[in-house]
């Protein structure tokens, strides 16, 4: 990999997909810079609107949180014409994260926000703990992730990253990261929510710092495998604790995302003190 390439892997710390809101609901608790330089993936944008699963959508368990929200958004004009521009103006730097239910709608999405001023990257959502039930596109096989990672890459400018985020799957971690990676992805970001049920049954995700040691292992098993591959961590990060030890295993950073629900400033703390380190320690050549 090039040296370009490993210098386009945001971090040290990111927002994780749609736990940020649409960004002004996290502006009052960011700090005197605002979203300014922030590294925020949106919530999963599809082409066509959807309103989300039916309630309850979130409930509190011990270490997290069981949800199933439907990735609900306005879809991809009404992003394009409200909320991206905002976030732009805001000064983050705005990694969209993608959802679609066919490999073409992947790629539509990736071909007509090459083209939207001020999309920093792309993330595309190919791990969702219930594919099939938020009528997605099914991953079954890396080889599947694979394959919509190349129908984006296609369609989106080579010099911006594109991060695959993939389920904290320890068996097939290392084969879902090298198939990405191999199809384009810039880096992959580990995990997603790990399948779960509500008490009444309904497929739903497991998130929070519950599943942290899961995805410690996985980003572990990645960078031991594929030391080359970029990792993100993304997991239950709360504090400098749990974001030290992603990084410690290996990950180049980490993506904050329950933690928001509970304490919308956890961002910017974290922001503060590994920020300096990151910005002042020299670019790993391979």
């Known amino acids: 990999m090039s040296a370009a390439r490993l210098g386009s892997v945001p971090g040290p710390v990111m927002v994780a997909a749609g736990c940020g809101g649409t960004g002004r609901e996290l502006l009052p608790y960011a700090d005197q810079s605002g979203l300014d330089g922030l590294d925020l993936v949106t919530r999963s944008i599809t082409l066509d609107a959807r309103s989300g699963g039916p309630g309850p959508r979130v409930v509190e368990v011990p270490g997290g949180l069981v949800n199933a929200v439907g990735l609900p958004n306005p879809g ?20 969209v994260s ?6 073409g709608e992947y790629a539509d999405l990736a071909r007509r926000l090459s083209r939207a001023p001020g999309v ?15 009528g997605l596109f099914e991953v079954r096989e890396p080889y599947h992730a694979a394959s919509v990672i190349a129908a984006v890459r296609r369609e989106f400018p080579t010099d911006r990253p594109v991060l695959a ?32 049920a509500f008490a009444d049954g309904r497929p739903a995700g497991l998130s929070g710092p519950a599943i942290s040691p899961i995805a410690l292992r996985c980003v572990a098993e990645v960078h031991r495998a594929l030391p080359d591959v970029p990792t993100i961590g993304c997991g239950g990060v709360h504090d400098l604790a749990s974001a030290r030890a992603f990084l410690d295993a290996g990950a180049r950073g980490v993506q904050v995302g329950t933690a928001l629900l509970n304490d919308p400033t956890t961002v910017a703390r974290l922001r503060a003190v590994l920020l300096p380190d990151h910005l002042t320690t020299p670019e790993e050549t391979p």
Do not use: Q, Y
């Open 76 to 95: 991809l004009e009404h992003f394009l014409a409200t909320e991206l521009p905002w976030l732009v103006r805001a000064g983050a730097r705005v990694f």
């Open 165 to 196: 985020k993939l389920r904290p799957d320890v068996s097939r971690i290392v084969e879902g990261a090298r198939a990405c990676h191999e199809a384009g992805a810039t880096a992959v970001v580990v995990g997603n929510a790990v399948p779960a």
């Open 98 to 103: 993608v959802a679609g239910a066919t490999m």
């Open 120 to 134: 920093a990257g792309l993330e595309v959502n190919v791990g969702a703990p219930d594919e099939a039930g938020a």
